[in-house]
């Protein structure tokens, strides 16, 4: 016993040291996010998450943003409870049938303006669920959708670079692609 608690106190840390240069990179896509979110609002960015079918990969990538090592609420970049304090609708998975009217009724309650952002294949066009009894079909099958980010699932870093493409270009659907 004793051994084990003399091994666990000096032992060296498990975790791995972050890739060089990755925080600055992020730190600067999130504080551009930031700036861009109060140009086009006059305050910092609030977004409401919609899981309305996914395997939960892609929110898996959504909670990373949370995470102590990108924690996106240092640049004011908020997850909110309700749709009626977002500015950003993040949709990930197919729509399946039993989320299309929570969808819908999602998207009429959160406030003008307000930008819908459908993540990963699946959000595109039902993905690798297309053609099941239970999916009703992509994201924009449901509600208008502003910018699409690929990938199964899109990383941290896409979804940072999504948000920011979705604030700085003021018109037009926008695809991003991890
Ligand atoms: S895109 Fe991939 S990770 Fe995301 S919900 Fe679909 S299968 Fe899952």
Redesign the pocket.
């Known amino acids: 016993m004793r051994n084990l608690l003399f091994k666990n106190i000096f032992r060296a840390p498990l975790t791995e040291t972050p890739p060089e240069g990755a925080d600055e990179h992020l730190a600067e896509l999130a504080a551009g996010i930031d700036r861009a979110a109060r140009r086009r609002l006059g305050r910092s960015l609030s977004i409401r998450a919609v899981d309305a079918g996914?395997?939960?990969?892609?929110e898996l990538e959504i909670h990373a943003l949370n995470n102590a090592y990108y924690d996106l609420d240092r640049f004011g970049i908020r997850f909110v409870a309700s749709p009626r304090h977002a500015d950003v609708l993040l949709v990930?998975?197919?729509v399946t049938k039993n989320m299309q009217e929570a969808l819908r009724r999602t998207y009429d309650a959160t406030p003008n303006p307000k930008w819908v952002v459908a993540?990963?294949?699946?959000?595109r066009d039902g993905?690798?669920?297309a053609g099941s009894y239970a999916v009703a079909g992509g994201v924009a099958d449901v509600v208008p959708v502003d910018l699409h980010i690929g990938?199964?699932?899109p990383n941290p870093t896409a979804l940072l670079q999504g948000l920011l493409a979705l604030l700085e270009v003021t018109t037009a659907t926008t695809a991003i692609n991890s």
């Open positions: 996914s395997c939960n990969g892609c990930t998975g197919p993540v990963g294949d699946c959000a993905g690798c669920f990938g199964c699932p």
